[in-house]
């Protein structure tokens, strides 16, 4: 499975984003994709994940009322809608995948950067 991630920039404060990540290769072995995000000098950590089925999203607590994802199935593309950024939400964005043994992301695809200026 590859992973292609898009759709990062510099936006203002409050402003709104999209971010695309395109699965190719053997996409039926996907269960769950998910976002992470690495902000310089911290730890990268989880973001959102949503089944490959398009359900369960589950968001962390500092995200969660401002970005939603999302699937196409047609595209194999899910999609990260950011609204009313901060400039904490300032890092390398980057969209993982695995299949159903276990929890851990098995596919990275490259970082796309999202700088939100104040």
């Known amino acids: 499975v590859q992973l292609q991630a898009s759709g990062g920039g510099l936006v203002q404060d409050g402003g709104s984003l999209r971010l695309s990540c395109t699965a190719s290769?053997?996409?039926?072995?996907?269960?769950?994709v998910a976002w992470f995000r690495q902000a310089p000098g911290k730890e990268r950590e989880f973001v959102v994940s949503?089944?490959?089925?398009?359900?369960?999203?589950y968001y962390a607590a500092s995200v969660k009322g401002r970005f939603t994802i999302s699937r196409d199935n047609a595209e194999n593309t899910a999609y990260l809608q950011m609204n009313d950024l901060k400039p904490e939400d300032t890092a390398v964005y980057y969209c993982?995948?695995?299949?159903?043994?276990?929890?851990?992301?098995?596919?990275w695809g490259q970082g796309t950067q999202v700088t939100v200026s104040s």
């Open positions: 949503l089944s490959w089925s398009g359900r369960n999203p």
């Open positions: 290769g053997r996409t039926s072995g996907i269960y769950a």
């Open positions: 993982a995948a695995r299949n159903n043994v276990g929890r851990t992301y098995h596919w």
